[in-house]
């Protein structure tokens, strides 16, 4: 039978070790039918491309696409490099266009300028900028808001309000200061108003948009709200979504102020199933981040006034409810990806998986969300117990997070961060996860580049960050196509150019193999299921 597409003159790189090269590429009915040229009929598209590097689609593990969208079009934006007198002079400029208390939402700023903002000082300053407005401004890991005195009177935040469980409301001799700390921001995210339906698919959408230009065609989804299941479930039935998506439904929500959550929305996820939509995983946030001390870790960090010099953070929950929520989830067919950044936390997890394991669920998939930190007793514990590494690339090269999370460890411990070598190396399976908008931008290539070098691929910061963790091009390729892929349960459909998976593939612009600047590698085309999806 005559493909409906064959590609020629390519040089393509299958990330399939049983045959990894190939020079051309046919495809039918949206899957790959050969690695070489295939039968034509007259109504075969033939693509010559010049001789062009192909490769799978990238697989995303880890992103906040829906919460990027609506950055993208709702809200304010600017970069973890902005200073606090350059975000107030974004801040006025965007409450200029604004209603009279109408809400200014956005970010993020640097987890370095905690200190700065964590002032009645500051908390005048935003006022001033906004005109009085509401405003709330979340910081670079989304865990932590920094909001105005409005938002503070609509929230209902007042000297008397007691920090809610999993969060801190930094005061000032009881008055807050502006600074939400994880679940404090949730009293917040809550009055900030709602997105329609309609704001919903268009925030979904235009997300897939950015993530095809940087030759994403499958991605996971961190933290869900029934909102986003349903604009991703209309968009697929209208023939509009162009990724395969998993789904993570949000057990515990100590930062997006979502409703329904846990059990609930277990119950209604399978009726949000669509043909590239799988609502497969539980998301559990175990702890918050190092910046802010509230990742649990098996030694302190360093003293400070508030918590003197023996704290070592807290979990969200202790070991027997995690290890309960995991086998209620596994008996009801979900995986889980759980948010882990110190060390301890990543134990308990792992603790928790290996009684699941011990009970019969062989099958289950389970990641670690970041595991910036892992105890080297741990390490080999991944593989043992079949959890995948889910790694976020800002958190491997010298960076802000990196920065400020060396303001709260010793030197010697925030100096090695994401063992992603001895990961590969004990035999886990590792994927890569851009974690974005918590990152600047979906780029895997900036990853994949930081993968290799352990230097910032911007240039912009010196140094490396652990070296000795650095792994190959090939293997860094892997973390981004096949290795998401499997972490998510999507390798049955993608994650590499095998004949009968999906023709999921992206055209760059230079042969990564063959170049000096991986972290300059531009996609030129996204295809998928065979259709061309991006062209630059």
């Not at 702890?287 to 802010?292: A, I, K, L, N, Q």
């Not at 649990?296 to 003197?308: I, K, Q, S, V």
């Not at 460890?409 to 974690?435: F, T």
Request: aromatic share 6%.
């Amino acid at each position: 039978m005559a493909a409906d597409l064959v590609l020629t003159n390519a040089v393509v790189y299958t990330v399939d070790a049983v045959r990894p090269w190939a020079s051309a590429l046919a495809v039918s009915g949206g899957k790959i039918v050969a690695l070489e040229d295939a039968e034509r009929g007259p109504k075969t598209e033939v693509v010559d491309l010049g001789g062009a590097f192909v490769l799978p689609g990238l697989v995303d593990v880890h992103n906040h696409h829906a919460m990027a969208g609506r950055a993208e079009l709702f809200e304010l934006t600017f970069g973890a490099d902005a200073s606090l007198d350059e975000i107030l002079g974004l801040v006025r400029a965007r409450a200029a266009t604004l209603g009279p208390d109408e809400w200014l939402t956005g970010g993020a700023w640097a987890s370095t300028l905690v200190s700065a903002l964590s002032t009645t000082v500051a908390r005048r300053a935003l006022d001033d900028a906004a005109g009085g407005r509401p405003v709330s401004l979340s910081d670079d890991s989304r865990h932590n808001r920094w909001v105005s005195t409005r938002a503070l009177e609509l929230a209902g935040i007042t000297a008397g309000t007691p920090d809610p469980p999993g969060g801190v409301l930094v005061r000032d001799g009881g008055e807050p200061r502006g600074l939400l700390r994880e679940a404090a921001g949730v009293l917040v995210e809550r009055v900030t108003g709602a997105l329609t339906p309609e704001q919903h698919r268009r925030a979904s959408r235009r997300a897939i948009e950015i993530l095809h230009g940087f030759g994403v065609t499958a991605f996971q989804d961190a933290g869900v709200s029934t909102d986003i299941l349903g604009a991703l479930r209309s968009l697929d039935l209208a023939g509009e979504l162009d990724a395969w998506v998993v789904s993570s439904l949000l057990v515990n929500d100590p930062i997006f102020g979502v409703d329904p959550i846990g059990a609930p929305l277990l119950e209604v996820a399978e009726s949000y199933r669509s043909p590239h939509h799988r609502p497969d995983f539980v998301k559990i946030f175990l702890d918050g981040v190092p910046p802010t001390r509230t990742a649990a870790f098996l030694e302190p960090y360093l003293p400070d006034e508030t918590h003197g010099g023996c704290f070592h953070g807290s979990t969200t929950m202790p070991p027997a409810e995690l290890t309960e929520w995991l086998l209620t989830a596994a008996a009801a067919g979900f995986s889980a990806k759980v948010h882990c950044t110190g060390d301890a936390s990543v134990r308990q997890f792992l603790d928790a998986v290996a009684k699941v394991r011990a009970a019969g669920f062989a099958d289950t998939r389970f990641q670690v969300a970041h595991g910036q930190f892992v105890h080297p007793d741990d390490l080999p514990r991944f593989a043992e117990l079949g959890v995948a590494a889910d790694i976020s690339p800002f958190l491997w090269v010298p960076g802000v997070i990196p920065s400020a999370i060396a303001e709260v460890l010793p030197a010697s411990r925030a100096s090695r961060m994401q063992p992603n070598r001895a990961l590969l190396d004990s035999g886990a399976l590792v994927a890569g996860g851009s974690d974005w908008p918590v990152s600047e931008s979906p780029n895997a290539w900036e990853g994949i580049a930081g993968l290799v070098t352990r230097e910032d691929p911007s240039g912009r910061r010196p140094g490396a960050l652990w070296p000795e963790q650095a792994i190959t091009l090939a293997e860094a390729i892997e973390v981004f196509t096949l290795g998401g892929a499997r972490a998510c349960g999507l390798d049955d459909v993608t994650g590499s150019l095998t004949p009968g998976r999906s023709a999921d593939f992206v055209v760059l612009d230079r042969d990564p193999f063959r170049t000096t600047d991986v972290a300059g590698t531009k996609v030129t085309e996204t295809w998928f299921e065979g259709r061309r999806v991006f062209v630059r």
